[in-house]
C-alpha cells in the first residue's frame, strides 16, 4: 500500500513524513520525526503519556492518525520551554519534585498547560478532574497538583 | 591506613548543609523537556522490529510450531522459537528460560511461543498470524485454592513439595513449604485471654509502572551483544541473560535507560533475550517494545495469597502469640519471594512465640515478580485487620495496642536478627499525635490505621568519583535511579567533599564501567550507594590531603580538610591559605596524577523501617463505593536525605496500595484468558480518586549509616491495604477480609449487615 505523503508543523516547524494509513500521530512523533520526549504507555488513549495539542486541542496522539496531522499544528513536550527558558510548568515540576521516574510527565506538562490555557485558576479538585486522563503510578499524585497549583500562580502573577 | 564502611558511622553532632535540603533533582530538566531517553526512545540505524506471539491457551502442550510462512515473508529478518535458545538443566535459569519462551507447554494466556524482526511493525505483525502452533490444550488453574485441591489440573508431574516432611510426593502444584517459627506458639496461645483468627484473601495485581518494557539488542558477529532496556538491574539482567543464552558475560555489555517505573517490577527480563537471539539471527540490531496488552498478560503480576491468620493477646492487651498459615501464587514457576512474609508479617510487634508456615503455588498465571516489600502487604492486610479487631474486643485505641505491643531496641526477631536503634515507638507517637487522627469524622466515614515493617537491604555496591581538574566532581554509580536515589547520593558526596550539589554530576554507567550491583530493589540504593559514595569521597579526600601536604611540604598528618578546604591542621604546621579542592586539582598532574576515589562494597547494616498510616474513607451505602477522604503516612526514614523525594515515595506507595485496595485485580474468564488487560478495564487510581497525601517524616538514626539514613521505598506500601479495610470496618462496622474491596463486594457486606447475618 502506498504510503501517504503528510506536511504538518510540529512546535512552530514544518515537517513532512511518509505515513502508513494505520499509523498513528504518535508512532510518527517517535518512530519518524524522532521526537520521543511524547511517551507511548497503553496505545489505547487510557493513559494520557502521549497527550499533545493539535491545532490547540488536547489530544491522545496514539488516537490520531499520522494522516490526521495534516496542515495541522501539534505541540509537543519538546516546545514547552522558550531558549534557556523553562515553561513555568516545567519549572514548578522541578521545584515540587513533579516529575519521579518521569514518563508521565511530557503528557502531565501538555495537559496541565491546556488546563491553564481555558482556566487560569483553577481549583485542586479541577486540576484533579483535568488530570485524570494522565495516569501517574510513582507519585500519588500530590506533588504534581502542588506544582500545576504553583504554576498557576506565578502565571497569574507574570500576567496581572 | 585503608579506610572501609566500618569507619562511616553516623555523627549526631556532624553539622549539615546539604543534606536535609530540596535541590533539584540532576535528573529533572531532561525529565521535564522531554531529553530524558526511556527504554522505547533508542533508534539505531538499521533496526528490525521486533514482536513476539502470545498463547492465547491458559495450559496447552506446543505439539508443533511451524514457522515457514513466516519467514518467507518480505521484510522478515528472523524468527525464534524454543529451539532457538539453549536447554539448560532444571533450576532458576531453566525457569527464567522456559517463562520468557515457553518450550514443552504454554502455562498461562499470554506465555510467549515464538518472535521475529522485521523492517516494519506492519510487517512484523502480519509475519506473528503466519506462525502456525499446534497446541493440546489442558485443563487450567487458575486461583491458588483451586490449584491445591486434590484434582486440580497439574503444571508439572514430577514436581514434589519442597520442605515437606516427609517430602510430599506428586502430583501436586505446591512447589514449597517454609516454616518460621519462634518460642512456642501453643503456649502463647495458652496464656491468651482472647484468641482472632480470620482468613484473608488478596488477588493479583499489577506493578503498574506507566513504561511498557522496551529494550534494543545490537548482537554482531564476533559473539559481542549490546542492549539498551528499561531495568532496575542491568548487572543481574547480564548475568542472567549469559546465563540462558550461554554466553560470556563480558560479552554483554547493558545499558540501562531512565526507568519508566518499576517498583520490583523490573527486576527481571522477559524480552531481552528474545531480542538478542533475534538480532543474533537477523545480524542487526532489533527493538521490541511491549503493548499494555502484553504489560499486563506477561509481566508482573504480584502474588495473590490466602492465608489464615491468628493473634492471641491477655485482657490488658498484650500479645502472647501469633500464627499464620499462608498461600501464594508464583505463577508457573517458583520465585514469588513468599519467604520474606512470614519473616516479616509480625516482626515490629514484641511477640515472643510466632508460628508461621508458607506455601508457594503454581498456577495458570504469568510468573509474579516483585513488588515493594514483595509478598508482605498481602499478608499484613490480614495481620493489622486482626489486631484493629483485638483491639476493639478491650475497648482499646488501636495505636495505643499497637504502642503496649511495639518492639525496641534489642528485640530478637524471627529471623535472627536483633534490633539495634528503631523508630517505631516514634512513629506511633507522632501518628497519635497527628491532627489527623483526632479530626472530626463526617457521614458514612470511617478511620483506619495500621502499621508496617520491612527489613531494608545493602548488597553489592560500587561507585567511582572522579574529581576534575576545575574541583568539580563526576560521579559514576551501578544502580538505576527508580524514582530519586541519584539527587540524594549526589547530595552526601556534596556534603563529604563541601562544594555545592550542582558540582557533583552523576551518570548510571553501564555493565561494562563498573563491578557487580545488586539490583533496585529493597529500599537499598540511597543507603547503599550512599555508603560507596562516601567510602569513595573519603578516599579522595586523604588524597587532597597528600597532595595539599606535598604542595607544602609538610607532614601528611600535618593537614586537615574542613569545608571543601585542606587548611594546616595547626599553627605549628605554617602560616598557608587554605587550598580549595580546585586549587589542589589544578596540581594534580605535578603531584601525582588525577584525583579520584571508588568503592567496591557489600553495604551492610540496613535498619529497619516502620511506617503507621492513617486513613478516612467514606462509604456510598447505595453503591458500594470508597473514597478516600484523607490519608497520612507517618515513616521512620532514619534521616531524609531529600525530603522531597522521601514523601515522593511515601505518597506514590499510599496510592499503589489505594488501588490494591479498592479497584486493581485481574479478571480471567472462563478459559483463563485475562479480560481486563488494558489501563481502562485495570483501572489504576488517577488523581481524581485520590485526595493530597499528607506526610510524616520520622528521622530516628540508622547508626551503621554515616549520615542515618534507613530505606523508605517498601515500607509505605505494607500498611496501605490494611488500613483501609480498617476505615471501611470503622464507617459500615463490617471488616472486609478480600482484595479488592470494590463497590460490588462492600455493597454485598452491607446488604449481608441489613440482613442482620453474624459474620464473625
Redesign the interface.
Known amino acids: 500500500m502506498a504510503k501517504s505523503h503528510v506536511t504538518t508543523t510540529v512546535n512552530g516547524d514544518e515537517y513532512e513524513f511518509l505515513c502508513?494509513t494505520?499509523q498513528t500521530l504518535l508512532?510518527i512523533l517517535?518512530?519518524e520525526l524522532?521526537?520521543?520526549?511524547?511517551?507511548?504507555?497503553?496505545?489505547?488513549g487510557?493513559?494520557g503519556?502521549c497527550s499533545v495539542m493539535l491545532d490547540g486541542c488536547l489530544v491522545c496522539a496514539c488516537l490520531v492518525l499520522g494522516v490526521e496531522a495534516a496542515g495541522k499544528s501539534i505541540e509537543?513536550?519538546?516546545g514547552?520551554?522558550h531558549g534557556d527558558e523553562?515553561h513555568p510548568l516545567?519549572q514548578k515540576?522541578?521545584?515540587?519534585?513533579g516529575?519521579?521516574?518521569?514518563?508521565?510527565?511530557?503528557g502531565m506538562?501538555i495537559a496541565a498547560k491546556a488546563l491553564l490555557e481555558v482556566e487560569p485558576d483553577p481549583s485542586?479538585?479541577e486540576?484533579?478532574?483535568w488530570?485524570?486522563?494522565?495516569?501517574?503510578?510513582?507519585?500519588?499524585?500530590?506533588?504534581?497538583?502542588?506544582a500545576v497549583m504553583a504554576a498557576a500562580e506565578e502565571m497569574r502573577e507574570v500576567r496581572s | 591506613m585503608t579506610i572501609t564502611q566500618d569507619d562511616l558511622r553516623y555523627d549526631p553532632d556532624r553539622k549539615l548543609k546539604v543534606v536535609g535540603t530540596?535541590p533539584?533533582?540532576p535528573?529533572?530538566?531532561?525529565?521535564?523537556?522531554?531529553?530524558?531517553?526511556?527504554g522505547?526512545?533508542v533508534?539505531l540505524p538499521g533496526m528490525l522490529v521486533g514482536k513476539v506471539l502470545r498463547s492465547p491457551y491458559a495450559h496447552a502442550i506446543i505439539e508443533s510450531i511451524d514457522t515457514s510462512a513466516a519467514e518467507a515473508l518480505a521484510g522478515v529478518k528472523a524468527v525464534v522459537t524454543r529451539d532457538d535458545f539453549p536447554e539448560l538443566p532444571p533450576g532458576e535459569f531453566r525457569n527464567i528460560s522456559c517463562n520468557f519462551m515457553a518450550r514443552e507447554k504454554a502455562f498461562y494466556d499470554g506465555h510467549a511461543v515464538a518472535a521475529v524482526a522485521a523492517t516494519?511493525?506492519?510487517i512484523a505483525k502480519k509475519a506473528l498470524k503466519l506462525i502456525v502452533v499446534d497446541y493440546q490444550v489442558l485443563p487450567h488453574v487458575i486461583d491458588v485454592m483451586d490449584a491445591i485441591k486434590p484434582d486440580a489440573p497439574i503444571l508439572f508431574e514430577d514436581m514434589v513439595t519442597q520442605g515437606m516432611d516427609p517430602a510430599r510426593g506428586g502430583p501436586t502444584n505446591i512447589v514449597q513449604r517454609k516454616e518460621f517459627t519462634m518460642g512456642d506458639a501453643d503456649a502463647g496461645f495458652a496464656e491468651a485471654d482472647i484468641i482472632v483468627e480470620r482468613v484473608f484473601d488478596t488477588k493479583p495485581m499489577h506493578?503498574?509502572?506507566?513504561?511498557?518494557q522496551a529494550c534494543v539488542a545490537n548482537y554482531t558477529e564476533d559473539g559481542q551483544t549490546e542492549l539498551w532496556c528499561c531495568t532496575q538491574g542491568h548487572f543481574i539482567y547480564r548475568t542472567r541473560l549469559a546465563a540462558v543464552l550461554k554466553m560470556d558475560i563480558s560479552k554483554i555489555r547493558v545499558t540501562q535507560s531512565?526507568?519508566?517505573?518499576g517498583?520490583g517490577g523490573k527486576t527481571m527480563f522477559y524480552i531481552e533475550p528474545v531480542a538478542i537471539a533475534l538480532s543474533r539471527k537477523a545480524n542487526r540490531p532489533v527493538k521490541i517494545?511491549l503493548?499494555?496488552n502484553e504489560v499486563l498478560r506477561a509481566t508482573g503480576p504480584v502474588a495473590g495469597t490466602h492465608s489464615r491468620i491468628k493473634m492471641g493477646m491477655t485482657k490488658d492487651g498484650k500479645f502472647t502469640a501469633a500464627e499464620a498459615e499462608l498461600y501464594f501464587q508464583t505463577g508457573p514457576f517458583t520465585g514469588s519471594a513468599f519467604v520474606n512474609a512470614p519473616q516479616a508479617m509480625f516482626t515490629r510487634y514484641d511477640l515472643q512465640n510466632i508460628r508461621a508456615v508458607g506455601y508457594e503455588v503454581v498456577s495458570n498465571r504469568p510468573k509474579v515478580n516483585a513488588f515493594r516489600a514483595p509478598c508482605v502487604p498481602q499478608v499484613v492486610f490480614g495481620v493489622e485487620g486482626v489486631i484493629d479487631e483485638l483491639a476493639k474486643k478491650i475497648g482499646m485505641d488501636p495505636i495505643d495496642l499497637r504502642l503496649r505491643n511495639a518492639a525496641v531496641e534489642g528485640y530478637e526477631t524471627i529471623y535472627g536478627a536483633t534490633f539495634g536503634p528503631v523508630g517505631f515507638v516514634e512513629t506511633l507517637e507522632a501518628a497519635k499525635a497527628h491532627p489527623h487522627y483526632t479530626a472530626p469524622l463526617g457521614a458514612n466515614q470511617g478511620r483506619g490505621v495500621a502499621t508496617g515493617f520491612w527489613f531494608n537491604r545493602g548488597g553489592e555496591t560500587t561507585a567511582s568519583l572522579n574529581i576534575t581538574p576545575d574541583g568539580t566532581v563526576t560521579l559514576l554509580l551501578g544502580n538505576p535511579d527508580?524514582?530519586?536515589s541519584r539527587v540524594s547520593i549526589c547530595m552526601m558526596v556534596a556534603e563529604e567533599l563541601g562544594i555545592g550539589v550542582d558540582k557533583v554530576r552523576p551518570i548510571i554507567g553501564d555493565t561494562s564501567t563498573l563491578g557487580f550491583n545488586r539490583v533496585t530493589a529493597g529500599s537499598r540504593v540511597t543507603f547503599s550507594a550512599g555508603i560507596a559514595v562516601v567510602l569513595s569521597a573519603r578516599k579522595a579526600i586523604k588524597i587532597l590531603c597528600q597532595r595539599a601536604a606535598m604542595m607544602w611540604d609538610v607532614p601528611e598528618d600535618g593537614v586537615v580538610f574542613e569545608d571543601g578546604h585542606v587548611r594546616p591542621a595547626s599553627s605549628n604546621v605554617g602560616d598557608f591559605e587554605p587550598l580549595s579542592i580546585a586549587d589542589i586539582a589544578k596540581k594534580a598532574t605535578e603531584t601525582g596524577g588525577p584525583i579520584a576515589g571508588h568503592a567496591e562494597i557489600v553495604a551492610e547494616g540496613a535498619g529497619p523501617g516502620f511506617g503507621c498510616h492513617i486513613v478516612d474513607v467514606e462509604v456510598d451505602k447505595e453503591t458500594g463505593a470508597v473514597k478516600i477522604v484523607r490519608y497520612t503516612v507517618v515513616q521512620d526514614a532514619g534521616k531524609a536525605i531529600h525530603p522531597?523525594?522521601v514523601?515522593?515515595q511515601y505518597?506514590?506507595?499510599?496510592?499503589?496500595g489505594i488501588g490494591w485496595a479498592l479497584n486493581e485485580e485481574y479478571i480471567y474468564d472462563q478459559d483463563g484468558r485475562m479480560e481486563n488487560a488494558?489501563?481502562?478495564d485495570y483501572r489504576?487510581?488517577?488523581?481524581?480518586?485520590?485526595p493530597?497525601?499528607d506526610t510524616v517524616i520520622i528521622e530516628v538514626p540508622n547508626p551503621l549509616h554515616p549520615y542515618g539514613l534507613r530505606g523508605v521505598g517498601e515500607v509505605p506500601l505494607v500498611p496501605t491495604m490494611a488500613a483501609i479495610a480498617n476505615a471501611i470496618d470503622d464507617a459500615i462496622g463490617i471488616r472486609p477480609r478480600s482484595l479488592p474491596m470494590s463497590p460490588p463486594k462492600v455493597l454485598k457486606l452491607i446488604e449481608e449487615a441489613a440482613e442482620g447475618r453474624d459474620r464473625a
Open positions: 502508513d494505520e508512532d517517535r518512530d524522532l521526537l520521543t520526549g511524547t511517551k507511548e504507555g497503553c496505545a489505547t487510557d493513559c503519556a509537543t513536550v519538546e514547552l520551554a523553562l516545567q515540576f522541578l521545584e515540587h519534585n516529575a519521579q521516574c518521569g514518563i508521565c510527565t511530557p506538562l485542586e479538585t486540576i484533579r478532574y488530570l485524570a486522563g494522565n495516569l501517574c503510578r510513582c507519585t500519588g499524585y500530590d506533588k504534581i497538583i502542588r | 530540596t533539584i533533582k535528573d529533572g530538566v531532561d525529565k521535564v523537556t522531554g531529553r530524558a531517553k526511556f522505547a526512545d533508534h516494519s511493525e506492519r506493578q503498574g509502572y506507566i513504561e511498557p531512565e526507568l519508566g517505573g517498583f517494545t503493548t499494555r527508580v524514582a530519586g522531597h523525594q514523601e515522593g505518597q506514590g506507595a499510599a496510592a499503589q488494558g489501563f481502562l489504576i487510581p488517577v488523581a481524581s480518586d485520590l493530597m497525601i
